[in-house]
């Protein structure tokens, strides 16, 4: 029973561990599943630490300082040192680092030391500049007439450096540029060029689905998406509902395009029109994960509309090529006739008023036979012999 209370102490709780949570305001945050194993942290002297919004470096802990998840740390950068946030130690760091394509035998930088109440000072004045150096150096690229939009400004945690995010559609001789930024602002100048989808990760946001943007809670490799997805998962070519809050499309449309290129080989062509007794039936529609197909009997507009499976489909086919009609599209008339329903029966407020009037039809039925002749005084009427009252 001791040793109970005293995990429960240590970690909160008998459930999840947390060690490994952390606060999800942060972008591409990741939860520590082994931080309550024991001799997760001494796998790897390797820690992952985050900086303004997503970017992210791998460390070595070459110090052995006993670091968990949410500490603050100063770490090697050239010139001088950083301040970040360590978002994750032990196992994971290890399967982290494949991602970026890193192995533990690389040459990393190092941990210097946890962060002090004069590295936070510094911190904090050289984050309060950002902003200002951002609108600066936009008009500073206007005036030089450069092609190219400087969507976000990161300074180093000791205020050496700056690191200028750009977005830019054609190459851009940023020369010039570095010079007036290093002599106006007096610090080292990075200049890093970004795309659209990674500055829609920076500045994070909720997509039309409710949750937040992919780009910004885990996705880190962009790959290219063109419409030929949407086409594949019959989704309508409207560039307002396909493009992201970047402008581009949604990475999302890539998740589940492989899944439907594989169910549509089950189906057959959409160009063969199936011969019936009928008449002549068109594709008209497809349900591509059910394996469904809709037919119309006019080969403009929807009429006559028909489900058939795609087995029924590829019978009738068959049948077409040995020169033999069936009598309809469906197998059986009588047992796949289906009484249409009305979908919006739900959202009608009438249905209320024919709810309340059956249930007072019953009650007043219920209540006429089962009432009984009283007296005046509200007692029985006593019963003759002959059986009247």
């Known amino acids: 029973m001791d040793e109970k209370l005293k995990y429960k102490e240590q970690n909160g709780c008998s459930g999840i561990c947390p060690k490994g949570c952390s606060r999800m305001d942060a972008p591409l945050n990741t939860f520590d599943w082994l931080a309550d194993v024991p001799g997760n942290e001494e796998d790897t002297d390797i820690v992952e630490v985050q900086f303004k919004n997503t970017r992210k470096g791998y460390y070595r802990n070459s110090n052995k300082l006993p670091l968990v998840k949410g500490d603050i740390v100063a770490v090697e950068s050239n010139p001088g040192h950083d301040i970040g946030r360590v978002t994750l130690t032990g196992r994971l760091v290890l399967l982290q680092l494949k991602k970026w394509r890193l192995t533990p035998e690389s040459d990393l930088k190092r941990v210097y030391r946890k962060a002090r ?95 937040e943007l992919c780009c910004a809670t885990f996705t880190t490799n962009f790959v290219s998406v063109s419409t030929l997805a949407a086409r594949f998962q019959d989704i309508s070519l409207n560039p307002q509902k396909l493009a992201g809050q970047c402008a581009k499309l949604k990475c999302c449309l890539n998740y589940e395009v492989d899944t439907y290129v594989e169910a549509s080989k089950r189906l057959p062509s959409r160009d063969i029109e199936l011969e019936t007794v009928e008449g002549t039936y068109y594709f008209f529609k497809a349900d591509i994960l059910r394996g469904e197909l809709t037919y119309s009997s006019d080969k403009r507009i929807p009429a006559n509309l028909k489900t058939i ?78 059986g009247k009252s």
């Open 117 to 211: 109440p004069v590295d936070m000072e510094k911190y904090e004045e050289a984050k309060a500049k950002e902003h200002d150096t951002m609108i600066r150096s936009r008009q500073i690229a206007k005036d030089l007439n450069l092609d190219m939009k400087i969507g976000d400004v990161e300074y180093q945690g000791d205020g050496s450096k700056a690191i200028f995010y750009y977005i830019a559609d054609n190459r851009v001789d940023f020369r010039q540029l570095i010079k007036v930024l290093a002599d106006v602002f007096k610090v080292k100048i990075e200049m890093k060029q970004i795309g659209a989808r990674q500055e829609a990760g920076r500045i994070g946001g909720i997509g039309p689905c409710g949750r």
């Open 309 to 386: 499976t795609a087995r029924r489909a590829k019978q009738v086919i068959e049948m077409n090529k040995r020169g033999e009609k069936p009598e309809s599209l469906l197998e059986d008339a009588a047992q796949n006739s289906k009484q249409s329903t009305d979908l919006l029966e739900q959202n009608n407020i009438e249905r209320f008023d024919k709810a309340s009037s059956r249930n007072h039809g019953k009650k007043r039925r219920h209540s006429g036979g089962s009432r009984e002749h009283r007296n005046n005084d509200g007692r029985k009427p006593k019963k003759r012999e002959d």
